[in-house]
Nanobody, 124 residues
Framework: QVHLVESGGGLVQAGASLRLSCAAS????????MGWFRQAPGKEREFVAA????????YYADSVKGRFTISRDNAKNTVYLQMNSLKPEDTALYFC???WGWGDYTSYTTYNSWGQGTQVTVSS
């Protein structure tokens, strides 16, 4: 099992930046990729960004491309999501997830382990 703990959420004004962190523990050698998803009240969980653990290939949702950057520190088993130029529509509960194999890393069905989430609120 892989245990994930997110941190870094908060309340900010539009245009501000936040950096989310997700620390993985447990069977971290089994991780193929890690991703960030978000869910706003009354909406479905949506893909934000993902990164391959080996090679570092990255994937982004169109809505965040150019504003968000995903990165990883393999030595710390941690993935980051740098969020710049935040908008009110970015307000959501952000989840970190780990995938143990190949798949469509933009789909939540590919992921095996999930964190509890960290709240991001962007005021206008």
């Amino acid at each position: 099992q892989v245990h994930l703990v997110e941190s870094g959420g908060g309340l900010v004004q539009a245009g501000a930046s936040l950096r989310l962190s997700c620390a993985a523990s447990g069977l971290t050698f089994s991780i193929y990729a890690m991703g960030w998803f978000r869910q706003a009240p009354g909406k479905e969980r949506e893909f934000v960004a993902a990164i391959r653990w080996s090679g570092g290939n990255t994937y982004y949702a169109d809505s965040v491309k150019g504003r968000f950057t995903i990165s990883r520190d393999n030595a710390k088993n941690t993935v980051y999501l740098q969020m710049n130029s935040l908008k009110p529509e970015d307000t959501a509960l952000y989840f970190c997830a780990a995938a143990w194999g190949w798949g469509d890393y933009t789909s939540y069905t590919t992921y095996n382990s999930w964190g509890q989430g960290t709240q991001v609120t962007v005021s206008s």
